[in-house]
């Protein structure tokens, strides 16, 4: 069993910058490909990032591309989202994800985490 904890999330002005995190509990960290999703208020969660079990490679959707960048330390047991240039449409609960697929994160996730807030005022 794993456990994911984000932090990180508050409130922004568009144009700002955030920085999230996920520490990660259980089972070996390098077991999994790390992803970040978000859920908007009446919205379906949706994808964000995602980062291979080593770091080799990164994924996101189109509408962070530019913006957003995911990493992890593995002697650390993290994974972070550096968010930048961030607008309103970014407002969202933002969840880790873990998957022991390894090299993608897909939507059934072996664990998710509880989530953060981030709200971008304009």
């Known amino acids: 069993q794993a456990q994911l904890a984000e932090s990180g999330g508050r409130l922004v002005q568009a144009g700002g910058s955030l920085r999230l995190s996920c520490a990660y509990s259980?089972?070996?960290?390098?077991?999994?490909?790390m992803g970040w999703f978000r859920q908007a208020p009446g919205k379906e969660r949706e994808f964000v990032a995602f980062?291979?079990?080593?770091?080799?490679?990164?994924s996101y959707t189109d509408a962070v591309k530019g913006r957003f960048t995911i990493s992890r330390d593995n002697a650390k047991n993290t994974v972070s989202l550096q968010m930048n240039s961030l607008k309103p449409e970014d407002t969202a609960t933002y969840y880790c994800?873990?998957?022991?697929?390894?090299?993608?994160?897909?939507?059934?996730?072996?664990?998710w985490g509880q989530g953060t807030q981030v709200t971008v005022s304009s």
């Open positions: 259980g089972r070996t960290f390098s077991s999994y490909a």
């Open positions: 994800a873990a998957d022991s697929r390894r090299v993608i994160v897909t939507t059934t996730p072996d664990y």
């Open positions: 980062i291979t079990w080593n770091g080799g490679r990164t």
